[in-house]
Each structure stands twice: as C-alpha cells, then as structure tokens.
C-alpha cells in the first residue's frame, strides 16, 4: 500500500493512503539503523496491521527535502511575515529567502495584519521586495482579506507554511482551512515577539491535490553552505544590473564604478535589501576565515 506522511509526532506517523484513509505508523528499524528519518509529506510504501495500524517500509524517492521546516516533496513555501505587530526583522525574513533559494524552492511572501498598517508602510514594504523575485501577497487574516489571492497561489501545490512566532500563521490555517481547528498564540507584552503556538509539522489537504502545512515559528536562521562571493546570487535585483559593473567579479561592496552601488544610491534597489546583503556578506567572509 502507498500513501503520504502528512504527521509526525513522537516516532508515530500518520500516513493517508490514496482512499483518504489514515493510518498510526511506526517506521521500521532498518531507517535508524541507515540513518533515514521519514520526514512530513514523504510518499512511502507501507504494510497495514489494523483499521489504524500500520508500518513504514520503504521512503519512495524524494524531488526534495527541507531541513526546516522538516519536510519533504515541496513545491514551495508561503512565508508569512507582519506588515506590523511585530515589526517584521528584515533581516531574518532575507536570510529565509537565501535558503530557500539555495534549496531551489520557490516562496510567496505574504505580509499578514494590513488592517493595522498604513498605507506608508505597505508601499515601502512592496518598494523592498517586490523585484526580489518572489510574489508578494497582502492580507489581512482578521478581515479575510487577501483570501481568494493566496488560494491562487496555493492551487494544485503542496505548501509549508513558515514564518515568526505572532504574525498569524495558524490564524490563517484556521482561515484557509474551515473545520480544521489551529491554537491562535498572542504577542508577548514584555519582548514583543509572538508565542509559539505550533509545535509539530502537519500537512493539511485544502482539497484533492493543494496541501499546506503549518509549521513551527523561527527566530533565527543560520546560512549554511554559501560562500560570500556567491550570496550576490541569491538577491535576483542584482542580477539584472550587475553587468553593467566596472568588474565581471565585482561583489557589490568596496569595488569602483559599480552599478548595484549606483542603483541602491538612486533609490532602484531596496536600501533595505542591499544593507542586509552587506551584513551577510561580512559574515559569511568572517566564517570563510575559520
């Protein structure tokens, strides 16, 4: 029998086979004896033991793996992040963005809480990454407005959803999905950062064929395997102008006569998303010296 791991709590994995029918399963002992750990949304053949029983015997090939969230056979993540409330940390949704990019996975950035936005602050938050080569979608989960734009999106693909703590990840599970019941979390009064609410990784199907999965909020992300002359590559703006650079190498940072510098002065390039990319490089070129 095949079906989908679409939960993983503890060591017990819920499989949904192809008639809609779930099944508790455990994973055979030759996966931790090779060091395979089955991951949400892998397809897998797997034996039945009971109406509710059953074993994971074999992880059928993966188009793709995430390591966080955890989770495999992803067609893109929905990365949702607060237009206020909390104020949206540039630099770690940039840093999301990379690693997402490194791990060939498309992402639609959606800014949720626009009912408590002004109109200033939605202009410069699409003026920064409107032309970072991802789909930037505005809601407001409260007012169910943006609804119809992010379904779009969604049609026909499975989807984590990711973001921080506090800016209405499992709101808008609850919104996108009826019947399905998330706990809703508040912003912390003291530090001003949103409760953790979600704690484990669960696929949903909205309907036949369209998954998306809540997933734990971050705080931090660590980039991991990119060099820093190779970060001006994950920040697609630079791409279209860099070749009009005074040097085919140019990194964008101390070299004369370059044109990304040029733009970012004349306001064509996010000042925000190129000070972000400065503070990454130089990190990236520190750990290079270890």
Not at 181 to 210: A, C, M, P, Y
């Amino acid at each position: 029998m095949t079906g989908k791991i679409i939960k993983g709590v503890a060591g017990d994995y819920t499989v949904i086979d192809p008639r809609d029918k779930r099944y508790i399963c455990r994973a055979k002992g030759i996966f931790r004896k090779n060091g395979i750990t089955p991951l949400i949304g892998d397809n897998v053949e797997f034996e039945i033991l009971s109406e509710t029983e059953g074993n994971i015997l074999k992880i059928l090939p993966r188009k793709n793996s995430l390591i966080r969230p955890a989770c495999a056979n992803v067609d893109q993540v929905l990365l949702v992040f607060a237009a206020a409330s909390p104020e949206p940390n540039f630099n770690l949704l940039d840093r999301f963005l990379i690693m997402m990019q490194k791990q060939s996975v498309s992402t639609v950035l959606c800014f949720n809480k626009t009912d408590i936005a002004d109109d200033v602050r939605l202009k410069i938050l699409a003026q920064n990454y409107e032309a970072s080569g991802v789909k930037v979608i505005f809601a407001s989960v409260k007012n169910a407005e943006g609804t119809e734009e992010i379904l779009e999106a969604l049609e026909g693909k499975t989807t984590i959803l990711a973001g921080p703590s506090g800016v209405g990840k499992s709101s808008m599970m609850n919104l996108l999905s009826p019947g399905t019941v998330f706990e809703v979390g508040d912003l912390s009064e003291r530090i001003g950062r949103g409760k953790q609410t979600t704690r484990h990784t669960e696929l949903v199907e909205l309907h036949n064929g369209t998954y998306l999965c809540d997933s734990p909020g971050f705080s931090s992300i660590y980039l991991e395997g990119i060099d820093h002359k190779e970060l001006k590559n994950y920040f697609p703006e630079f791409e279209q102008i860099s070749g009009k650079c005074r040097f085919l190498s140019c990194n964008h940072i101390s070299e004369p006569d370059c044109a990304v510098k040029e733009a970012v002065a004349d306001g064509r390039i996010s000042k925000v998303r190129y000070d972000n990319y400065c503070l990454l490089y130089n990190e990236l070129k520190s750990k290079a010296k270890f």
